[in-house]
């Protein structure tokens, strides 16, 4: 009796010296929580803001940018504001803000002038990204907007607009900083970076970025530290509380207790005021721990006091029967195919030397299953994934549209089969290499794969070429819709690397069960379908239709044609078209346009042959025959006599892009002795936006053999100022589709009199090209247009009628009616 007294009274006494260890301890852990809680904050604050600050380092390396900010420093007039050139440049850097600002998740962007007044910004709302840019009228300030999904600016009134966050104190942007800041009662951390002129580094612009920690942040903070954090604005510029990066590096903090929570407290400074920060565990909830715990601590006294007398008996069974026991039991979960380690035997004899071989056994078995079964999974994947991109291959697309077709069949519905071909793809793998064409392949995998819908399929079927399963469409207009969001897809450049590439996509349409009901019918007919796309100019789709497949075949057919005139080359002639000068009124230049007169087609239009050409790889035998023949006629002309200031030959992208073309050019011009000078290639925007840098370093060296450059089709194609700047042309030839509409339509007007004036401040040439009406020559003389060709003096000609045209007086420049 005496003994179980006092095993109680010694129990009683633990019990109570470990409560008050248990009370005090959870005091100091709750303050430790909290602290950890400002610490975590201050923590995240930092990550916050040097990731906003690398945000904006894209302001000082984005040549183009800074180009564009030069252009609008130099040239924006406010009074006499040239609305067509400058605006162009503020929305282009509108939709790269919008990149920018998307990229970074961050919510705001704006970029100012030197004297503080808005250029561009983008900002979120509830409804989405919002593109805004500042115009002038008569130095009226007249502000445009438009949602990221529009397509056309709209004028909103400034002053219910032009706020924050686009508005700020010009002051404010004087310096380089991170700054907090209380916008539409919420915290807002905002960068700001200034763009310098380099060539005495005052600054012409800022760029300011916003990250708006609202609700949200600081709900999602509280849910991922178990405790409320939140905070609150206090408009005054005394420091109430302690600053949170001062609590954060300190392990003093201050703990109030209320009625229901623990509290603590710390602030960060913005520019309008304090904001206070406010941690707060429930206390009920956390006492609830304290009384568990203490249930615990009499649970394991009432344990241990039995545990006593049951030790002995323990012993005993410790020693044979149990040791006996865990040994059967680890044998008998090995059969069961059961191999989690048990806990060995701790006899200390040849039993737990057993137990220990009997758990080796079982990692051994279970290693050697589970690698059987990885093996099985990685070879089942490999079967049904391309490795690149790691999309579905055509194997998996297979069985899943068979899948798909038997659904569609029980449930009366239809389904979409597209196929998706990157145009012009096999250019970029041999003048960049197959490692830029991989990652090229891999990044539209990644875009594409964020447009389709869970309950469809996307897969990469080899080289370019992609299939789109559409499962359960409901109509024509989704599939036409969905088609076009892909489309737009590419509209946006990617960046691999160090480059920009610009890639476009052509897509065939084949819909169940209108053209076709078994799988390998479908996918024809898609294929089919995207070839036509590609006929028609590339970056379309287009449905599949019947007449496709005796479309396919003519296309085989005068493929084949094609390449029996370059093996035979005596079917190719050229025609030459005469470039007037409105200066002097007469013939100057003239331009070399193929012919392709088949014996089979009779005389095919450039429209239908020089695509297949460029497909099939042979616009490059084709285009140096038409270089050294044009070479070779204006050579002809000097020795008749006429010389004129020089001679136009189209070159395809294909050629461009070649390795050897420009050897290629400088061999013609050494074989044929025509002067370099007198030659001038016209190439197309496009191959100046497919790798810019790429393409710099190529006209660059056309340019140093004294080769002169003309943008054809000028104003149709990814032209802007700021690579125009930078491109080594000497001319820049208006396309027709801007002539046409001389001298009614005042669009029309606007952009041919804007690339007349753009010229002359760059010192580039200009000719108009299509000009058939009196009307329109009399509008290009008035505005001092360089050069004209077009129907209204001469159709393209065989070289004997450009001889005789050449030597007849009426060619020259003749006003109608005078």
Known sequence: MAVTLVIVVLFGVLGVYFDDYLEQSFLDNNRSRLLHGFQRLAANLRDIEGRLDEATIFVERDEALHAAISLIDQYQDKQHYNAFLIDEEKKQIATELLTRVKLSFNNDIALYDRHGELIAGVVLTPEGYW????????????????????????????????????????????ARELSYHTLDNALALRSTRHVVDPTDATPIAYVQLTRLLGADYFEGLSRDLDMRITAHFVDTAEQLTPLLDEVALSRDLSVAQGDVEYIAMSGIHSREGEVQLVAQLNKSEVNQLLDTNRMRLLTFLLVAGFGVLLSMRVLIRRQLAWPLNRLMQQIHRIS??????????A??????????????????????EASLHRSQQELEYLSNHDPLTELPNR????????????????????????FLDLDEFKLVNDTLGHDVGDQLLREVSRRLSGHVRGSDMLARIGGDEFNILLDGVEGLEEVEHFAQRLIDLFAVPFTIGERTLYTTAS???????????????????????????KANGRNHFSFYSDELSTGLSKRTEMTHALREAVATGNQFLLHFQPKIALDQGRLVAV??????????????????????????GLILPIGEWVLEEACKAYKRLEREGLVLDHISINMSNVQLQHGDMVSTVEGVVLRTGIDAERVELE?????????????????HRFRAMKIRLAVDDFGTGYSSMSYLQRLPITRIKIDKSFIDGLPDNQESVAITRAILALARALRLSVT????????????LIEEACDEVQGYLYARPMPFDDLLHFARDSRYRLQRKGS
């Open 395 to 418: 194997r998996y697309l297979a069985l899943s549209l068979e899948r798909a077709l038997h659904r569609a069949k029980q449930r009366e519905s239809w389904l979409a089969l597209l």
């Open 507 to 533: 897509i065939g349409i084949a819909l169940y069960p209108q053209d076709g009901e078994e799988g390998v019918t479908l996918t024809k007919h898609a294929d089919l379908a995207m070839y036509r796309a």
């Open 683 to 699: 190439i197309t925007e496009s191959f100046i936006a497919t790798d810019a840098e790429e393409a710099l370093a190529t006209l």
């Open 591 to 616: 331009e070399a346009l193929l012919r392709w007169q088949s014996p089979i087609y009779g005389q095919v239009s450039p429209v239908e042959f020089i695509p297949l050409a460029e497909e099939s």
């Open 336 to 345: 069961q195919r059961d191999y989690s380690t048990a806990q060995p035997v």
């Open 131 to 174: 593109l805004h840019y500042l115009s002038y009228q008569g130095g009226i300030r007249h502000l445009w907007r438009r949602s990221e999904r529009a397509e056309a600016y709209r004028e909103v009134a400034v002053r219910g607009h032009l706020r924050q966050p686009l508005e700020v104190d010009p002051r404010q942007l004087a």
């Open 768 to 779: 108009a090209e299509g000009v058939e009406r009196p009307a329109q020559l009399d509008f």
């Open 347 to 368: 006899s200390g004899d040849e039993l737990e030397v057993i137990s220990r071989n009997i758990n080796a056994l079982a990692e051994t078995v279970q290693e050697r």
